[in-house]
């Protein structure tokens, strides 16, 4: 069983910046990619950014320049620095671990509120 756990959020005002972070734990599969997913109250959870154990990374349109997703291979630890926030980036954020062999994790999700 692999347990992820989440920190980082909290409340900034508009044009702040705040650093994510989610350990994984247990048996995890060498090959997987880790990433953010978010979800605003009244929408659908979507992808926030990526990144796979080789280092490659893929972001949300809406997030390119202002995000950066990074891992820690030897801790299984995955970060999302946000900077230049904006209201619209209010959202529950989710931390995702999905291994090669089909595996997929969820966190129980940490708060981002961007006042603005």
């Known amino acids: 069983q692999v347990q992820l756990v989440e920190s980082g959020g909290g409340l900034v005002q508009d044009g702040g910046s705040l650093r994510l972070s989610c350990a994984a734990s247990?048996?995890?599969?060498?090959?997987?990619?880790m990433g953010w997913y978010r979800q605003a109250p009244g929408k659908q959870r979507e992808l926030v950014a990526k990144?796979?154990?080789?280092?490659?990374?893929d972001y949300a349109d809406s997030v390119k320049g202002r995000f950066t997703i990074s891992r820690d291979n030897a801790k299984n630890t995955v970060y999302l620095q946000m900077n230049s926030l904006k209201p619209e980036d209010t959202a529950v954020y989710y931390c995702?671990?999905?291994?090669?062999?089909?595996?997929?994790?969820w966190g129980q999700g940490t708060q981002v509120t961007v006042s603005s």
């Open positions: 995702n671990l999905l291994e090669l062999r089909g595996r997929n994790s």
């Open positions: 247990g048996s995890i599969f060498r090959v997987n990619v």
């Open positions: 990144i796979t154990s080789g280092g490659s990374t």
